[in-house]
């Protein structure tokens, strides 16, 4: 966190539109891809810099070009120029700390998701950004490093007389956004798969770790609902106010979007919720484990107390005292010692406290 705030004060003073990265370098070198396809055909190649859109002539219909590890202000200047992109839209492409959320221009959306890997030991929650320019003709698509998000969709497209070739530029924006959604439920698959193990460590023996486990858990959910929750919206606005740039038949695909977003946030609110109960549940399992032994140490001590009262009784400095002249006093002592104590273990027994 401290880091991103660092980050985002060097834009401090600067005019709107400058062009300054903001956020994590998580490719040193940038990659740059083009597919041109339509129902006719497709057309795939990688280009050396983003100012080759300008060159490359179109073979076919739509153009869609990905760049992963888009930091570099000089690549979003080129791409600027070429798509007439607005500075607020370079600006915030650079800015890798958006929230999700989709803004219409006159001839493009803009439009930034987010997808999101779970790492183990200890858990933690990666986020990377997607920026998305849906134009008429035209589709750009920007990742902060390579991922295979977006490769079912590629192949789609490789195939030959697939629906999503004759779609044209609407229906790819739908199918990668609807792979972006589709990628949550893997994240809520394995945090699942987590509150599993945590709930069988701390129903046998929980160890202090588990503890952590569970505020990271915690923290993982939390994080999650946080940042998705703003997806329904842009999802709902995407669905009402972009007749422009989707087709009327595209709605009801879109809709199927939101309803999935819905689910995934549902499924968050319980994972909350669990983490809230996996948090109680250790910490009674820790007080039962705690009143046990104090049960147990009670139990001890009680058993030993006559015991002690007869030998303290015994060790008083009286000249004349019962069993003290007599040769088996010592034993008649242990005795009564041992029978009090065989006594008050048959009444614990009986009531249950071992």
Known sequence: MSKTKKLRSRKAGLAPGTLVHIGEIKTQAPSFSVIDFDEKGLSEAGLPDTASLRDRPRQFKTRWANIYGAHNPADLAALGEIYALHPLVQEDILNNAQRQKIDAYENYLYLVLHRYDLKQDPLELTQDQISLVIGRDFLLS?????????????????????????????????????SVVDSYFGVIEQLNDYAES????ILGRPAPATLEGIHQFKRCVSQLRRNLTPLREVLGTLHRDAADFFRPELQLYLRDVY???????????????????????????????????????????????????????FGMNFRVMPWLPDAGGFYYALGLMGLIASIMLLLFWRRRFL
């Open 142 to 178: 920007f990742q902060e490093r390579p991922s295979r998000t977006f490769e079912p969709v590629r192949q789609r497209l490789r195939a030959e007389h697939t629906s999503l070739r004759k779609g044209g530029v609407d229906m790819l924006a739908y199918s990668l956004i609807d």
């Open 198 to 201: 945590l709930e069988n460590d």
């Open 259 to 313: 309803d999935h977003t819905v689910h995934i946030l549902e499924s968050l609110e319980d994972l909350r919720d669990l983490a809230s109960g996996l948090l109680d549940v250790y910490l009674s399992t820790v007080s039962h484990r705690v009143n046990l032994e104090v049960r147990a140490l009670t139990v001890v001590a009680t058993i030993f107390m006559p015991a002690t009262l007869i030998a303290g009784i």
